[in-house]
């Protein structure tokens, strides 16, 4: 069901509508590391623009390796939760949030067949203004709808046409930002966890304070204090994925994340990652990222780097 604030504005339904037909037209995205960028070292860039009509567990691209972006998820249809770090956040109809660079996440508990989120995806160099943005949900304006409208027009403009400037592009990526910082200051929505859903909350914190641990179904249920048959049914059921796949990929994204410091050997981060050996740590992260932990600091990290 639509959230009725939302709704009750007439120029958001109207713009909401627009960009949800604009949205339909956008392509996917052929590579999620080359993108539309700008001029202006301060502004967004490398920006990538797509709707999703599906939401798992995996991260708005489907690849942990998409992690180092800022990731801007805009609810147009369907109600969801994200989880982010160890928080679950929910968003509705009408609201966006704003993921940091290396901040894990994934979706869960999408109450409804029919979704619509557009996803922005971008590097910035600057970080610090956008922090009040941090784990906190807004509600999008007519004026976000609008940008947001142009934005995939010229997204899919350039995607037609690659030698299209792009300046434009990731300067309205930038007032949509700047909307949503204007509109940061209203008073925060309290949500009250399901049962379900706190469930799958504590299941996050969890895994993710121990993750140098060598955790497993039988032991998190044990600390939760609730049977491993009724954790792995809920778990699946509210985000799509086992509990196993998931405690899988929030190690990958561990490891990705401590890779970005040079002065760690790949030992030291399968320790810190809960794997007994590198061998072990290697065989895991190749099954998941489809590389060779080596190969992917060479292919990602130390590209950034440089």
């Known amino acids: 069901m639509a959230d009725e604030s939302f709704n009750n504005s007439a120029d958001c339904n109207l713009l909401k509508n627009e960009l949800a037909s604009a949205m339909e037209k956008l392509p996917r995205p052929r590579n999620y590391y080359h993108a539309m960028s700008a001029a202006a070292p301060s502004t967004p860039e490398n920006v990538l623009v797509f709707l999703s009509r599906t939401l798992q567990l995996q991260g708005s691209g489907g690849s942990l390796a998409s992690h180092h972006r800022f990731v801007l998820a805009m609810n147009l249809m369907t109600q969801g939760d994200v989880l982010i770090d160890r928080r679950l956040v929910t968003i509705r109809e009408g609201e966006a949030i704003l993921i940091f660079p290396y901040q894990f996440h994934g979706y869960a508990n ?24 941090r784990f906190r949900t807004v509600k999008m304006t007519p004026e976000i709808f609008l940008h947001a409208k142009q934005l ?4 899919i403009k350039w995607y037609n046409d690659e030698t299209t400037t792009t300046d434009e592009a990731c300067f309205r990526v930038g007032l949509i930002l700047q909307q949503l910082l204007a509109n940061a200051h209203a008073p925060k929505r309290q949500t009250v966890l399901t049962r379900e859903q706190s469930i799958v909350e504590e299941a996050n914190r969890l895994v993710q304070k121990h993750l140098d641990e060598p ?15 009724h954790l792995r049914n809920v778990f699946r059921a509210q985000t799509g994925v086992s509990l196993g796949v998931f405690l899988r990929r929030s190690r990958m994204h561990r490891s990705i994340t401590l890779m970005s410091y040079p002065e760690r050997n790949l030992t030291d981060i399968a320790g810190m990652c809960g794997y007994d050996s590198l061998f072990a ?4 992260f190749h099954s998941v990222i489809g590389m060779s932990p080596s190969a992917y600091r060479r292919l990602h990290v130390q590209h950034r780097q440089g």
């Open 215 to 229: 955790l497993s179904l039988n032991e998190i249920a044990r600390r939760m204090t609730i049977s491993p048959s």
């Open 110 to 133: 999408i109450r409804g067949d029919e979704l619509r989120w557009l996803f922005i995806t971008f590097e910035q160099e600057e970080s610090e203004s956008l922090q009040p943005l």
């Open 281 to 284: 740590f290697s065989r895991a």
């Open 152 to 155: 995939s027009s010229l997204y």
